[in-house]
């Protein structure tokens, strides 16, 4: 059975090497994003932890902040690793790309920077992958082509549930946003405006 | 070799299915009777082609049905099926469609050169059919130098295929007629060897000749030089694009060849042409070394050209088989196979050939006990010269076995890898190797 | 490095230094995205040197539907549907590793009879996805489809039995969050109990055909080759990984639904060439129809589905759930804020990710050793691109 790697333990080993480039929080290890390829080749390279092996990496949207999150596993300990990184610049977001560490990182570092448009420093290919160059706007962060009036993009409630989450009534719909397909206004970005904080 | 003795009991009259060749005699008299000679030459020689044409467009459609019926089988479906019984006139409505549909020429394309190769490549291919020998005295040209005929028309063929590709301005197009003119040209010369070996032994280049040999010493050339017969048969599969040397036309890497660009009925031709061109060589390899329209006195019964279709089908039969059996050769390896082990067997039996004959003659040996000796030698030796290749040019990575083990409880990254590559007991399962 | 590399090399060599004073240059062949070896819209943009490949680059996207996005609009359980068209050759695959996911998250308990029917057709899943697998591969290696359509017989009977069970062959959106969507239907257990009798000769006649084929093994023996170091730290998992010797496999690492109750094996290749991946999936078809008969033998009864409310919404958090599929370690990580639609929806994609390696295995080799490349790490587009 895979165990989870104690993020402390995790937490030391990186902090032996660099101290303050990481930290725990509420039991999941946060690394800094400055250092983090150096701090995630310690994790690679320490007999201790051992993770060799990058399961997952992907990038969520937490609308102040972006979290980079990486699942590290070691192949014969047999335990898995959770690892976070976050990066409050919405305007230009970048991270060391982890490519000198992963070879596997590499296709999906370029699926993020496609869909978050999360630059990776040091990633020798970054380029758009599923969608085409001078795609406007980032698809999987929140505020893309977001609906006016709305808190946030996405599924509001069920219908039996409460007024305030009910789908909205026919004819209360606001109109649909411009696709980037469609012909653009003059000079105007499709991307809609940075929305409220919903808390 | 003349007058052959068996042919005395033909009746000799036009009716005479046995041999067609006597309505051609019949036609020639009638002719001499009213007109000069030349004229009686050309009308039969018209006939003939006419004959030959007429029986190729529908032999074609019956064998777009019997390959793909054929296949179907070995590929546990049902084939055609639908349009006519037995899904017999499915090649007729594939036609007609093809012949509907539109015609497209790439807008790069250099016209002129991309229009004429699918109304070339027919020249070659049906030239051929006339010096085919459907009969002891049935053939459209009965040629003294047919072999060189037979390759010199045969090698014309890949120019068309060249100027196919290279008009079409597609790289599949361009990538594949270079693979068709590396091959064609590496093809011909074991193709050659191998004919040579049998020129030298029965001295004679008509391919009328080969057969009349055959008959008179009894024997079926595939059993006094077997390893020939096998390079023929490669190096003629080969020639035809078909597995497992398609790499002109390899489906899963240069979509199909040369002929990529062509669209409708100009497809159609490539395709009944190289159809055609199937049925020829099967034709050849059966008349080379299976003893054409003669099968141990048979023909004096049957006629010579059902006999002479029967050995072909089984060729194409087995065509047919490789095709649907066999994985595909890379480039290299095709080409490495033609140079160190095609051209070296057949180079090989053509000294054996040499000598052997030479035996027969200078020493004046009894052909019925020589024959059979000579036949089990070299039966043995090709057997020998297979076994010495497939030791000795076996690539590098195909010596060590490929093997498969259980992980049982290790289970883990690089240490669990090492641990259980140096397990002591058998591989689960251990494929190839020497 | 084998002999054959260096020869390649050597070729290699030659051909630069002959064509290096006369203006040659290479030609760049786009393979795809309309092709037929790519196995759907899949473009490989190959630089040749006559037959040598220089450079590899593949450009992706043409099947990108924008999954994980649409998929924050809708919930848990509409979501189950989309996992279908992710790969759409290992559906079950998919639903499960997402109900895996979703239960995560929700704290579901699965009932002993649902965890049983998910390995049945998970295991089903794997015997259909290997036959195309292997099918494909072999066609790739040039042959005329006769390989593919025997395989296919195999796949077609598995079909079969999703159709009866769940009405959908492809697509078959059949577990559900708690269990699965229907229980088996009467004539699912005798007609599964024919496909096992009837598996292993099959297998053997595959087995005759296609093992001791002296073509097939120059074909794919010594090409596309990676050492066991490169795969994992290109992430390589599946059939890929395991043909390089590494013995990693979640059912036996992170056991799910069971798994560590069944008796079973890894097998692992030596050389990590494709033809050790053709022999790995040979031989894994082998373990799953073994998992199966002992599903078969020891399936409880019971509910098949947990009491789950249709329109949950998990406590806010975050799960990462992985699954063997056919193709390597498919993931699903999910993050809830308590909504009732997930707030990020990823899938972790083996076919995508096994394609690290493929500029790597490609790059030397002639053009159709990388179309045999391709074959061999068995690529599902729908799942690259999602």
């Known amino acids: ?199 | 070799m003349t007058d052959l003795a068996g042919l005395s009991s033909v009746l000799g009259t036009w009716y005479d299915f046995r041999d067609l060749n006597n309505l051609q005699r019949l036609i020639t008299e009638w002719i001499a009777d009213w007109g000069p000679d030349w004229l009686a030459s050309i009308i039969t020689g018209v006939l003939g082609a006419l004959g030959i044409l007429g029986v190729i467009g529908p032999t074609l459609l019956i064998l777009i049905w019997v390959e793909r019926k054929v296949i179907a089988r070995f590929q546990q479906r049902y084939g055609p099926n639908r349009v006519g019984p037995k899904g017999l006139l499915q090649p007729v409505a594939d036609a007609v469609k093809l012949i509907l549909k539109e015609q497209l020429a790439p807008r790069a394309a250099d016209k002129l050169i991309f229009f004429l190769p699918p109304v070339l490549i027919f020249i070659p291919g049906v030239l051929i059919w006339g010096v085919l020998p459907f009969g002891p005295r049935m053939s459209v040209a009965d040629l003294n130098v047919g072999v060189l005929f037979l390759l010199a028309v045969s090698g014309t063929a890949v120019l068309v295929i060249f100027m196919a590709g290279w008009s079409s301005n597609n790289k599949y197009a361009l990538l594949g007629a270079m693979r068709a003119v590396a091959m064609s040209i590496s093809y011909e010369v074991p193709m050659v060897l191998a004919l040579l070996t049998l020129v030298v032994f029965s001295g004679t280049m008509s391919i009328n000749g080969i057969v009349q040999w055959q008959q008179q010493e009894d024997v079926i050339f595939i059993l006094l030089f077997p390893l020939s017969a096998i390079a023929f048969f490669f190096a003629a599969s080969a020639e035809l694009n078909r597995t497992p040397a398609d790499i002109s036309e390899a489906e899963s890497e240069i979509v199909a060849g040369y002929h990529t660009e062509y669209s409708g009925m100009r497809f159609g031709l490539f395709y009944a042409v190289e159809l055609g061109n199937t049925l020829v060589v099967s034709a050849f390899i059966a008349t080379f070394f299976l003893g054409g329209w003669w099968l141990w006195g048979l023909d004096q019964w049957v006629p010579s050209w059902i006999i002479l279709l029967a050995k072909t089908g089984a060729v194409y039969f087995l065509l047919i088989w490789t095709r649907g059996t066999l994985p595909r050769l890379r480039v290299d390896q095709l080409m490495g196979f033609c140079w160190k082990a095609l051209v070296p067997a057949t180079l090989l039996f053509v000294v054996v050939a040499f000598v052997q004959r030479t035996l027969l003659i200078s020493e004046g040996w009894d052909t019925t006990v020589a024959l059979p000796i000579m036949a089990v030698f070299n039966i043995a030796l090709s057997l020998g010269a297979i076994m010495l290749f497939a030791r000795v040019a076996r690539p590098a990575p195909l010596r060590r076995p490929a093997r498969i083990r259980m992980a049982g409880a290790d289970i883990g990254g690089l240490r669990a890898a090492r641990e259980v590559a140096a397990r002591r007991e058998e591989p689960q399962l251990q494929v190839g190797g020497d | 490095m084998t002999m054959s590399d260096d020869t390649r090399l050597a070729m290699q060599g030659t051909i630069e230094a002959l064509t290096a004073g006369d203006g040659s240059e290479p030609v760049v062949v786009n393979l795809g995205p309309q092709h037929p070896s790519t196995h759907g819209v899949f473009r490989l943009k190959v630089t040749l040197d006559g037959e040598i490949v220089q450079d590899a680059e593949m450009r992706i996207g043409y099947l990108h539907r924008s999954m994980e996005k649409l998929a924050e609009e809708r919930s848990y359980t509409q979501n189950i549907p989309f996992t279908d068209r992710i790969d759409y050759l290992a559906a079950m695959s998919n639903n499960l590793a997402y109900c895996l996911a979703a239960e995560e998250l929700l704290g579901v308990e699965v009932p002993p009879r649902a965890q049983a029917i998910r390995v049945m057709f998970a295991e089903l899943q794997r015997v259909a996805s290997h036959a195309m697998a292997n099918g494909t591969f072999i066609n790739d290696c040039g042959a005329w489809h006769t390989p593919l359509f025997h395989m296919f017989r195999d796949r077609e009977r598995v079909l079969d039995m999703f159709e009866m069970t769940c009405g959908a062959r492809l697509t078959t959106n059949y577990m559900r969050i708690g269990g699965v969507a229907f229980d088996l239907p009467d004539q699912l257990l005798p007609t599964l109990e024919q496909f096992l009798a009837d598996m292993p000769e099959n297998i053997a006649n595959y087995e005759a055909l296609l093992l001791e084929n002296e073509i097939l093994h120059a074909r794919a023996r010594g090409v596309g080759v990676i050492s066991p170091e490169m795969a994992i730290n290109s992430s390589l998992s599946g059939p890929v990984l395991r043909a390089t010797g590494v013995p990693w496999d979640l059912r036996k690492a992170n056991p799910y639904c069971g798994y560590e109750s069944y008796e079973f094996d890894v097998p692992v290749g030596e050389q990590g060439d494709c033809f050790d991946r053709f022999l790995v999936r040979m031989t894994e078809v082998k373990q799953s129809l073994r998992i199966l008969r002992q599903v078969v033998d020891t399936l409880p009864d019971g509910p098949y589905l947990a009491d789950v409310p249709l329109h949950a919404r998990p406590e806010p958090g975050e799960s990462y759930a992985r699954v063997e599929s056919p193709r390597g370690e498919l993931g699903f990580y999910l993050v809830s804020d308590g909504g009732p639609a997930p707030y990020r929806f990823h899938c972790r994609p083996p076919s995508l990710i096994n394609l690290s390696a493929l500029k790597e295995m490609s790059i030397g080799g002639t053009l159709a050793d990388a179309i045999v490349t391709l074959g061999s790490i068995d690529i599902v587009v729908g799942e690259i691109d999602r």
């Open chain 1, 1 to 199: 059975m895979t165990t989870q790697y104690d993020a402390t333990a995790a937490m030391e080993i990186v902090n032996a090497s660099a101290p303050g480039a990481a930290c725990v929080d509420e039991g999941v290890l946060y690394l800094e994003p400055d250092t983090l390829a150096d701090s995630i080749r310690t994790l690679r390279d320490s007999d201790q932890s051992d993770l060799v092996f990058l399961s997952n990496l992907t990038a969520v949207d937490h609308e102040l902040h972006f979290e980079l999150v990486y699942h590290l596993q070691s192949l014969d300990l047999n335990h898995i690793l959770q690892v976070k990184a976050r990066i409050s610049d919405r305007e230009d977001p970048a991270l060391p790309s982890l490519t000198g560490v992963y070879h596997g990182a590499h296709l999906q570092e370029r699926e993020v920077f496609d869909l978050f448009g999360i630059r990776f420093e040091g990633h020798p290919d970054l380029r758009r992958m599923f969608l085409w160059d001078g795609f406007p706007g980032y698809p999987l962060r929140k505020d893309f082509l977001q609906m006016p009036g709305q808190v946030r993009a996405g599924l509001p409630g069920f219908p039996h549930e409460s007024e305030e989450n009910a789908w909205p009534v026919p004819g209360s719909v606001p109109q649909r946003p411009l696709h980037p397909n469609d012909p653009q206004p003059e000079g105007e970005i499709v991307v809609a405006e940075e929305s409220e904080d919903p808390s």
